[in-house]
């Protein structure tokens, strides 16, 4: 039964009550002012709270504590340690000091650098992230302490997504502050928050178990579309089945007692494809959160006899999974990206909407960059998913806001001459307007940006980490106009919103992104359209992009370099690895069925013959030529991916395995069902 007392929710992580419990009021003053506002933490504190965490995680369980991380594998890294330490022959004590929770020392040489860490220095480094809490996991017949920490080099240079993702809400925090003072708002906390959206699929593991590709690459490389699949849109938001309801159960269950505010789940619009969405919370925090939730719903389906696909892109002609980063900025109890009631309010709103404009239309390509890889390619640009043109979608009411301030002219409905900064109130913004075009990769939904293009496995720290550094940017180019300027401060402003406007406008687009126009429009207008990883990753390399990341101080020069050596590098790989599957599953797993097939067919085709029998003889020559032509493309298309995967023209390789996979879905079509090795689509996605 699941808790519904709450009584158990966050009991396993280290805040509030258990911090208060464990150690005395001074150090956990200290120590929470550290974890709530990034404050440094006072170093002569660091044992106590060691202290204090260790008698916590071992009350609780725990036999072993880790450093957790995010290097550049996309994925967390943990290596445990256990508390123990001997003190004779036959008795050991407990020990846990506060150097080995402030920094750890670790064997860096097998974690992707770029180039960052060379081989005779393969240390690498872990500090502790106090802003985000310790908690516990637990398995079977144990329990570990993770604490979240940063990976870094020997010199510094960053090795993970937290990193950067830390240093950039710091800079963001800076600029936001600045024009907070220009507003003369009283000091306050500024908290960029996150909300992800999870969208994965489940299937039964019987079904995984016999398909060699999605076991090494999370996709079909094969598979028929099966005559239903999400035509008739009687999945999304449909009535959950008991299975996958006891399911979710769990995974909220695990998930709550981690302090992770799991609050929605539901059917998705493709078949198996279900939504997980978490409440807001601090970015970082919600990161670190998005990472459990991803291996929470792995490890829960594993006991559900189920798998979940975290793929982008598990099963081609259905829709894909994304993770939308739902985006703002609060200051104290005020959401930036929410329209107030009154005409201050409103003149801060505005601002910050339109520095995010300038900035997304600035640097569109570097959140581009943020959702490059080999999983969203299949996604991005699809029918199905938003385009890989970054566009902004404001709204019908905001969109007329904007106009108004650019042309300087009131629009039709409003009941005034023109919509004065600082003076005039908005009209309201109806939510469920402001959130119908599903399409738009960058939508504005009422109170927050909605970033649609991450993909469902990404870690969303890249796409906050960009977001961040170039609104900060953004923000300190309007403060600085602001500062040079000298009248009114609310004319200046409205002088300057209504030239940001005119000059940025470019990049709001209320069209539908899948359609077949937009692409052209898009190039018209100038907005860049980067179609593959290989593109996406470029601007990693444009000179302006690295001057601004790290004039910033998120991201230096060689971090930036190394980050594309790494993509690239991980990209090939991918590639490469899906290759050799479909040809391995191609050559073993299909030829010799359909070889059989034939032969069979010839066989008989000889014997009726033989036979002489009137009937049947032209039905079976029909289906052998059909699957004979069949064999010989196989062959021949086996043969051009061999040869290209002897190459590394990554999309010469995709090409030809493209070229493969229609030639083996044909054939699926007419090969006895029984004998067919793969289970199949109208199977995988409907039978669980
Ligand atoms: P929907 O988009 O389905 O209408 P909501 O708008 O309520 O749903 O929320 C979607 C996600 O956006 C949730 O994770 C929610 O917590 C998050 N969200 C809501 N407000 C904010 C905010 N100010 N900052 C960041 N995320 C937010
Ligand atoms: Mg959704």
Known sequence: MPDSTLKTYGTDVFYGKAVRKYMPKTVADKLEATMREGKPLDPSIA????????????????????????????????????????????????????????????????????????????????????????????HGNGATLCIPTAFCAYTGAALDMKTPLLRSIQALTRATERLMQKFRRPKAHVSVTLGAEQEYFLIDKKFYLKRPDLLQTGRTVFGAAPAKHQQLDDHYFGAIRPRILNFMTEVEQRLWKLGIPAKTRHNEVAPAQFELAPMFEDLNLAVDHNMLVMEVLRQTADSHG??????????????????????????????????????????????????????????????????????????????????????????????????????????????????????????????????????????????????????????????????????????????????????????????????????HKRILFSGDGYGSDWPKEAKRRSLPNLRDTLEAIEPLNDLANRELFSKYGVLSDGEMAS?????????????????????????????????????????????????????????????????????????????????????????????????????????????????????????MLFIY
């Open 47 to 138: 044992d106590d709270v060691a202290n204090a965490m260790k008698n916590w995680a071992l009350e609780s369980g725990a036999t072993h504590f880790t450093h957790w991380f995010q290097p550049m594998t996309g994925g967390t890294a943990e290596k445990h340690d256990a508390f123990l330490e001997p003190v004779g022959p036959a008795s050991a004590v407990h020990k846990f000091s506060g150097k080995n929770l402030i920094g750890g020392e670790t064997d860096a040489s097998s974690f992707p650098s770029g180039g960052l860490r060379s081989t005779f220095e393969a240390r690498g480094y872990t500090a502790w992230d106090p802003t985000s809490p310790a908690f516990i996991k637990r």
């Open 306 to 503: 189920l798998v979940c696909l975290l793929h982008e892109k598990p099963f081609d002609g259905v829709n894909g999974s994304g993770k939308h980063c739902n985006w703002s900025i609060s200051y104290g109890e005020k959401n930036l990206l929410s329209p107030g009631d009154n005409p201050r309010d409103n003149a801060i709103f505005l601002t910050v909407l339109s520095a995010v404009v300038r900035a997304v239309d600035l640097h569109s390509d570097m959140l581009r960059m943020a959702t490059a890889g080999i999983g969203n390619d299949h996604r991005l640009g699809a029918n199905e998913a938003p385009p890989a043109i970054i566009s902004i979608f404001l709204g019908d009411e905001l969109s007329e806001v904007m106009r108004e301030i650019e042309t300087g002219k009131a629009g039709k409905k409003a009941g005034r001459t023109t919509m004065k900064i600082g003076v005039d109130t908005m009209p309201s913004l109806p939510k469920d307007t402001t959130d119908r075009n599903r399409t738009s990769p960058f939508a504005f939904t009422g109170n927050k940006f909605e970033f649609r293009a991450p993909g469902s496995s990404q870690n969303c720290a890249a796409s906050c980490m960009v977001l961040n550094t170039i609104v900060a940017e953004s923000i300190d180019a309007i403060c600085d106009k602001l500062d040079a300027a000298g009248g009114d401060f609310h004319e200046e402003l409205q002088k300057l919103l209504q030239r940001l406007i005119k000059k």
């Open 563 to 683: 980050r594309y050596e790494i993509a690239a590098e991980s990209y090939e790989r991918r590639v490469f690895i899906e290759g050799r599957v479909a040809l391995d599953m191609a050559r073993a797993m299909i030829r010799p069925v359909v070889a059989d097939e034939f032969t069979n067919l010839a066989t008989a085709i000889g014997q009726a013959k033989k036979d002489g029998l009137k009937v049947g003889v032209a039905g079976l020559k029909a289906l052998s030529l059909k699957l004979g032509a069949g064999l010989d493309d196989l062959h021949v298309k086996c043969e051009r991916l061999e040869k290209a995967l002897g190459k590394t023209d990554c999309r010469a390789i995709i090409a030809e395995m493209e070229d493969l996979r229609r030639t083996v879905d044909r054939l699926e079509r007419l090969v006895d069902d029984t004998k067919w090795p793969l289970p199949k689509y109208r199977e």
